[in-house]
């Protein structure tokens, strides 16, 4: 956000924008309990809303905080204010809208999802998690050192 703060809004577009990019990298992902995937179509996927689902929305909902609390610790400072928490929310946004999708399955959530998972790299391995670490360093340097 610092890097377009004189002008938040288009901050809280690249930063939704920023989720398919960081999306096409190798990362690692957990496993949701109450999320059907189906390989040969995946606008069929489902998602179950069950007790499953409950112990899913724990696991996302601590994830978001967590990343929400990290954000604030590592990119505030002046101008931060609300626009950080703006920022990570629109960032986490694309997550949110392919719940709507598997609930609502209608455009332009369709759409979305469709052009969502072009982006997502589906291997989640050991290498993905050591992308995700570089990320971050790589991320805070850019940040804080050069910005």
Request: proline share 5%; no cysteine; aromatic share 14%.
């Given at each position: ?15 939704f ?64 204010g ?13 997550d ?52």
């Amino acid at each position: 956000m610092k890097l377009v703060s004189h002008h938040p809004v288009i901050g809280l577009f690249l930063a939704f924008g920023s989720h398919f990019v960081l999306d096409a990298i190798p990362h690692w992902d957990y496993h949701l309990g109450s999320y059907e995937r189906n390989k040969k179509e995946p606008l069929k996927s489902v998602i179950h809303l069950n007790k499953r689902f409950l112990i899913d929305l724990t696991k996302m909902g601590s994830d978001g905080i967590f990343g929400l609390i990290l954000s604030i610790i590592i990119f505030s400072g002046p101008p931060a204010g609300g626009w950080i928490i703006l920022g990570v929310i629109s960032a986490m946004l694309p997550d949110f809208l392919q719940f709507l999708y598997l609930q609502i399955r209608r455009e332009p959530f369709t759409s979305l999802q469709r052009f969502h998972g072009w982006f997502h790299n589906q291997k989640n391995n050991f290498a993905g998690i050591i992308s995700q670490i570089i990320i971050i360093i790589l991320a805070y340097f850019f940040i804080k050192v050069l910005v």
